[in-house]
């Protein structure tokens, strides 16, 4: 993970100067839930070792393009709550999530751990993109 995290770095601070916007965002957390999933299904450990770097590299694209997206589009006298508030969000969930996925993990096996958290974030990502995309069409018509 940690040489695709490493990769995505490159490629995040290497990228043309695109609009980050919410579909690159829900790309990056659909991929990466896809790639848990092989995981999950998944027993050859250079096969592994190939995915561990893909979850490195897309959850680290991940990670930057939602700040980037935040700081963007705060006003200047907001942007340290409204970043704050994100990184109590992104690092205040991590051990519920870990709680979750371990005990998963240790009752029926690791695979499962990568496969039904893979499972569980496609479930509250399309949530998430439904909601945002109900909200921008009442926006529209308003």
Request: with cysteine; charged share 15%.
């Amino acid at each position: 993970m940690g040489i695709g995290s490493l990769i995505g770095a490159f490629l995040t601070a290497t990228r043309r100067k695109e609009k980050i916007n919410l579909n690159l965002l829900f790309k990056f957390i659909l991929s990466v839930s896809i790639v848990y999933i092989f995981l999950g299904l998944n027993k050859s450990y250079a096969v592994a070792c190939v995915l561990f770097v893909l979850v490195g590299l897309l959850a680290i694209s991940f990670n930057t393009s939602a700040n980037a997206l935040l700081q963007l589009s705060s006003s200047d006298e907001f942007r340290a709550r409204v970043l704050s508030i994100y990184f109590l969000c992104n690092a205040g969930t991590t051990p519920i999530g870990n709680l979750f996925t371990g005990t998963i993990s240790q009752k029926i096996s690791p695979w499962a751990g990568f496969y039904i958290s893979g499972l569980v974030t496609i479930g509250l990502t399309t949530i998430v993109l439904i909601t945002t995309f109900k909200k921008r069409n009442l926006e529209k018509t308003k």
